[in-house]
């Protein structure tokens, strides 16, 4: 009898383990914050990664692909309901990842895998919509699992907040680091995410709702347009109805801003990509809270410290090939699009929204080759229409004084002045800045230019954190009043550029009074 109790005592207690291990082990892995542990969430947009797989444990695993630093990230919300914590309450961060060099896919040269923990501020929107690089960790095996506690520096806030002026985050990024480790383009990395755990301050406060400050009336906005085009890399004559179609773009409209009252017009910014991406790179986007960069416009121009303007972001590869459809590694389609922009685009938005007439009010910008095409294609072949210019970590394709030497004996371009120029590129930027002082000095004594700013990122890498803020110094100086209206104005040009930013920037100003 006691014995039979005894037993029942025995299979009670082990039903009720059984069945408690059962509810813990229903998520071995995920994120941990405070004392709450949830399964991982994903943020896909502008992730690279493949064969992403949510495993029943917790766990998600996927599968990276070098492609010259850009490859193969994934991106996680913090909080699963999408809300935000505040960084500057955490100390540190546990990681736990298991990776492996896909067989016959690792270059043999390659130094051990390595990974980019990257924070999102909260107007981030995936992989490339906004990030600071927290720390880059290289593995001591060439394969295995990775343990790490990541410390975030006590400047680490900081750095967020100068990026997206608060410092509130909304997750963050595990990024393959290709770059710099000798690996080639398309070699891969099976990463399977297991833990992460944020460490909170000793005595951190709650993390409280998030308000960036701004009245909705204070936004822009962000849509879609698909303009018609057609494959510049053939001939005219022998196009086909395949070479002609409607390509995807994301348009800001500033706050305000009213389709039906003509009478209030913008000038117009086009901004364009790297190697390899597409008009989504920028993480401009009608979801979320629609990017870093809406964030700089909708602030900036709230503050009074940027000008309204409408920014289009396009794919800057006028064939076939461009974003979505191909690679975004067709050169011959980056080295036509002067066509599209002058026949296609430009037109498009004059025609369909309140755009201010004249080249006074265009600017042109890009990162990395798309800062190339800015002075191949820009200033070279379309400055009868544009007179701002940015290059962000420029990729040039030709020598700069032989862009200026060009320009000079143009007939066309007689007289017309290049209102703005900005140069930005990070000094460990192993792509481009070995040829960036001599850009820059050519630039610098180039007469045809009225204001030209440089900005050498200190510890920059060819990488977004140089190009948001080059984003972010560039809309700041652009389509300012016209001096030369303004009479009153002209001795203060050098005042026009008081920056919030101004102290991190080197200023090279070419102090032109007009009226002198
Ligand atoms: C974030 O937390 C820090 C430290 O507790 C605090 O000083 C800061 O004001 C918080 N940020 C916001 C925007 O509430
Ligand atoms: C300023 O106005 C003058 C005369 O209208 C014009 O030639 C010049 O290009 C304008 N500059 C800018 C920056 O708009
Ligand atoms: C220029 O300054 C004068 C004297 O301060 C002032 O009367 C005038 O309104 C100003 N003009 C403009 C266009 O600001």
Same mark, same amino acid.
Request: glycine content about 8%; proline content about 3%; aromatic content about 12%.
């Given at each position: 009898?006691?014995?039979?109790?005894?037993?029942?005592?025995?299979?009670?207690?082990?039903?009720?383990?059984?069945?408690?291990?059962?509810?813990?082990?229903?998520?071995?892995? !995920?994120?941990?914050?405070?004392?709450?542990?949830?399964?991982?969430?994903?943020?896909?947009?502008?992730?690279?990664?493949?064969?992403?797989?949510?495993?029943?444990?917790?766990?998600?695993?996927?599968?990276?692909?070098?492609?010259?630093?850009?490859?193969?990230?994934?991106?996680?919300?913090?909080?699963?309901?999408?809300?935000?914590?505040?960084?500057?309450?955490?100390?540190?961060?546990?990681?736990?990842?298991?990776?492996?060099?896909?067989?016959?896919?690792?270059?043999?040269?390659?130094?051990?895998?390595?990974?980019?923990?990257?924070?999102?501020?909260?107007?981030?929107?995936?992989?490339?919509?906004?990030?600071?690089?927290?720390?880059?960790?290289?593995?001591?095996?060439?394969?295995?699992?990775?343990?790490?506690?990541?410390?975030?520096?006590?400047?680490?806030?900081?750095?967020?907040?100068?990026?997206?002026?608060?410092?509130?985050?909304? !997750?963050?990024?595990?990024?393959?680091?290709?770059?710099?480790?000798?690996?080639?383009?398309?070699?891969?990395?099976?990463?399977?995410?297991?833990?992460?755990?944020?460490?909170?301050?000793?005595?951190? @406060?709650?993390?409280?709702?998030?308000?960036? !400050?701004?009245?909705?009336?204070?936004?822009?906005?962000?849509?879609?347009?698909?303009?018609?085009?057609?494959?510049?890399?053939?001939?005219?004559?022998?196009?086909?109805?395949?070479?002609?179609?409607?390509?995807?773009?994301?348009?800001?409209?500033?706050?305000?801003?009213?389709? $039906?009252?003509?009478?209030?017009?913008?000038? @117009?910014?086009?901004?364009?990509?790297?190697?390899?991406?597409?008009?989504?790179?920028?993480?401009?986007?009608?979801?979320?809270?629609?990017?870093?960069?809406?964030?700089?416009?909708?602030?900036?121009?709230?503050?009074?410290?940027?000008?309204?303007?409408?920014?289009?972001?396009?794919?800057?590869?006028?064939?076939?090939?461009?974003?979505?459809?191909?690679?975004?590694?067709?050169?011959?389609?980056?080295?036509?699009?002067?066509?599209?922009?002058?026949?296609?685009?430009?037109?498009?938005?004059?025609?369909?929204?309140?755009?201010?007439?004249?080249?006074?009010?265009?600017?042109?910008?890009?990162?990395?080759?798309?800062?190339?095409?800015?002075?191949?294609?820009?200033?070279?072949?379309?400055?009868?229409?544009?007179?701002?210019?940015?290059?962000?970590?420029?990729?040039?394709?030709?020598?700069?004084?032989?862009?200026?030497? +060009?320009?000079?004996?143009?007939?066309?371009?007689?007289?017309?002045?290049?209102?703005?120029?900005?140069?930005?590129?990070?000094?460990?930027?192993?792509?481009?800045?070995?040829?960036?002082?001599?850009?820059?000095?050519?630039?610098?004594?180039?007469?045809?230019?009225?204001?030209?700013?440089?900005?050498?990122?200190?510890?920059?890498?060819?990488?977004?954190? @140089?190009?948001? $803020?080059?984003?972010?110094?560039?809309?700041?100086?652009?389509?300012?009043?016209?001096?030369?209206?303004?009479?009153?104005?002209?001795?203060?040009? @050098? +005042?026009?550029?008081?920056?919030?930013?101004?102290?991190?920037?080197?200023?090279?100003?070419?102090?032109?009074?007009?009226?002198?």
């Amino acid at each position: 009898m006691f014995k039979k109790f005894q037993n029942h005592i025995f299979w009670t207690l082990t039903l009720l383990v059984l069945y408690l291990s059962a509810i813990s082990c229903e998520i071995t892995y !995920g994120i941990t914050l405070r004392d709450t542990k949830e399964k991982f969430s994903i943020f896909t947009d502008g992730s690279v990664a493949t064969d992403i797989i949510e495993a029943d444990d917790g766990s998600v695993s996927w599968i990276a692909t070098a492609n010259r630093g850009a490859g193969g990230g994934l991106s996680f919300y913090a909080k699963e309901n999408k809300d935000e914590i505040n960084i500057s309450n955490y100390e540190s961060i546990d990681i736990e990842l298991d990776y492996n060099p896909i067989e016959g896919k690792w270059n043999t040269e390659a130094k051990n895998p390595s990974f980019c923990i990257r924070i999102l501020p909260w107007d981030s929107t995936g992989m490339f919509g906004g990030f600071e690089d927290l720390e880059y960790v290289d593995a001591e095996e060439i394969s295995g699992t990775l343990k790490y506690n990541i410390k975030i520096p006590s400047d680490f806030s900081e750095k967020i907040k100068a990026s997206s002026d608060f410092d509130f985050i909304l !997750g963050f990024a595990i990024k393959f680091n290709d770059y710099q480790r000798g690996n080639n383009d398309g070699d891969q990395l099976k990463v399977k995410l297991k833990n992460v755990k944020f460490n909170a301050k000793k005595d951190a @406060v709650e993390d409280k709702a998030f308000d960036d !400050g701004l009245i909705e009336s204070q936004r822009g906005s962000v849509i879609e347009i698909y303009y018609p085009t057609r494959d510049y890399t053939v001939e005219e004559s022998a196009l086909t109805d395949a070479d002609r179609y409607k390509k995807h773009a994301w348009v800001y409209l500033p706050s305000g801003y009213d389709a $039906n009252d003509k009478t209030i017009e913008y000038p @117009v910014f086009v901004l364009l990509h790297g190697r390899g991406q597409n008009e989504n790179t920028w993480g401009l986007s009608n979801k979320g809270r629609g990017g870093k960069i809406k964030g700089y416009m909708d602030r900036g121009m709230a503050s009074g410290n940027v000008e309204k303007f409408i920014l289009v972001v396009v794919t800057g590869v006028a064939s076939k090939n461009w974003g979505p459809n191909g690679a975004g590694y067709d050169l011959d389609g980056y080295n036509v699009f002067q066509n599209e922009l002058r026949n296609d685009i430009l037109p498009y938005l004059r025609e369909n929204f309140n755009v201010k007439e004249g080249r006074d009010h265009v600017a042109l910008a890009g990162l990395s080759l798309g800062g190339g095409q800015t002075f191949t294609i820009g200033i070279r072949q379309c400055l009868d229409l544009i007179s701002n210019f940015a290059g962000f970590s420029p990729g040039l394709q030709m020598q700069p004084d032989d862009i200026i030497a +060009e320009v000079d004996s143009n007939p066309d371009f007689n007289g017309l002045k290049i209102h703005n120029l900005y140069l930005t590129c990070g000094d460990k930027d192993l792509s481009v800045y070995g040829r960036y002082p001599s850009h820059v000095n050519s630039m610098k004594n180039w007469d045809r230019i009225e204001i030209f700013k440089e900005y050498t990122y200190p510890g920059g890498t060819h990488d977004f954190p @140089v190009w948001y $803020n080059g984003f972010n110094d560039f809309i700041q100086m652009l389509f300012k009043k016209n001096e030369t209206e303004n009479q009153n104005q002209s001795t203060t040009k @050098v +005042e026009y550029q008081t920056f919030t930013k101004i102290r991190k920037t080197k200023i090279i100003t070419k102090c032109r009074i007009k009226n002198n």
